[in-house]
């Protein structure tokens, strides 16, 4: 079990094999490190965001019945936050996965974040942002070892990858826009 109060749903649960059955399944090794991390950094007495009248929230995402896209192979990312400044609100799309099947940048699932801009320009509202990120456990070094042409790290963070291994929070808010 995981208790962190942003979260819409609370407590999160694990994955445990001595769980039979709970929907949505529980929370991977990748999603709770991630989820971990997000509540660590929020909580973090020298967090910039702290002075900022900033709300965030965190909602686990349905497989299969949620949030979805269709184009992409029915993906459903597993979380969503919200965030909300004034008027302004952020909806992220999270997947924190491993990626060991998804190592090119070309890849669908990866390149959400660019395919979600034109998802927000269609929408027309511009008091809304949709933003899509991938958290990787996997990390750099792992996914680039058998490649003839790896992608730099660099690459990957244009394209919204994240690596848990990382300082990943800092980098998140400010590719989100929400600089100290």
Known sequence: MLYFDRHLYVPLLLNDPKIKKISPEGLVESEKKFVLGLKDFLNSPDCPLKNRNIEIYLLRNYPKSGVGFFNLHSFYPDFIMWIKEGEKQTIVFVDPKGLEHHKE????????????????????????????????????????????????????????????????????????????
């Open 105 to 180: 940048i070309s890849d669908e699932k990866i390149q959400l974040c660019k395919e979600i801009k034109n998802i927000e320009k269609r929408w027309g509202n511009y008091n809304i942002t949709l933003e899509s990120f991938i958290f990787s456990i996997t990390t750099y070094n792992d996914l680039i070892k058998e490649s003839t042409n790896p992608s730099t790290k660099e690459e990957y963070l244009d394209n919204h990858i994240l690596f848990l291994e990382d300082k990943w929070q800092s980098q998140l808010f400010e590719l989100l826009g929400f600089k100290a």
